[in-house]
């Protein structure tokens, strides 16, 4: 079955960036996301990249996708501390639209 | 464009009993997907309902069961409830066949089971 992993805790100093991992195993793996989840909040949609793809850029957010490895970062330039929150990927395969998340990483900004 | 939306957004109940929780999707979307978040976990994926017919399952029991409404708007039940059953419900909404749209969520049912 899909499996996906995530460190759990990540802590930064304000300003400085922040990188979070994921793996996960299913190889027909075709979108992978990343959301946010802020204290007692639902999932915020961050960022989302294709299979085929190694690298997108979105504004403070970089996701790099290693598809060899099934190894997935984000990475946030300048980190604030309004970016602490739970950080979780997924990934969606070719059967549906069903995801498969990770345990999330919990990110704490230090000012 | 309202997003995902969510009712109620707690709710307590005693074990045995039996709760309906509801989902309206983003507009424009068609595909409503249920999830369970215990507390320090992932979401767990429940069920996906499409053409008001449960497409997909996950590893989950009977109790849990759901509906879909011709306005795409959804339910999910839960009947004989337990102790394990205290989660966080999210609702995610979606377009079918379109892979390349994310599931988008609502903030989610707090359910607390006594």
């Known amino acids: 079955g899909e499996d996906v992993e995530q460190s759990l805790f990540l802590s930064v100093r304000e300003g400085d960036s922040s990188v979070i991992n994921c793996t996960y195993t299913?190889?027909?793996?075709?979108?992978l996301y990343w959301y946010k989840q802020e204290p007692g909040a639902g999932l915020q949609l961050l960022t989302y990249?294709?299979?085929?793809?190694d690298m997108k850029q979105d504004q403070r957010l970089t996701v790099l996708l290693n598809k060899k490895d099934k190894h997935l970062s984000l990475r946030i330039a300048d980190t604030q501390t309004g970016d602490s929150a739970i950080y979780f990927c997924?990934?969606?395969?070719?059967?549906?639209?069903?995801?498969?998340f990770g345990t999330g990483t919990s990110l704490t900004v230090i000012p | 464009d309202a997003g995902v939306t969510q009712s109620p957004t707690h709710l307590i109940k005693t074990r045995g009993q039996q709760v309906t929780l509801r989902c309206s999707p983003k507009s424009g979307h068609d595909t409503v997907s249920w999830y369970q978040q215990a507390l320090g976990q992932g979401p767990q994926f429940i069920f996906q309902y499409y053409e008001e017919e449960e497409r997909q399952r996950g590893n989950f029991p009977d109790r849990f069961s759901g509906h879909q409404f011709p306005n795409y708007s959804s339910e999910l039940n839960v009947n004989a409830l337990l102790l394990g059953d205290s989660a966080l419900y999210l609702c995610a909404s979606s377009i079918m066949d379109r892979r390349s749209q994310p599931q988008h969520f609502g903030d989610g049912t707090r359910l607390s089971i006594l």
């Open positions: 990249i294709f299979s085929n793809m």
């Open positions: 997924a990934e969606s395969t070719n059967t549906g639209n069903q995801f498969y």
């Open positions: 299913d190889s027909s793996s075709t979108y």
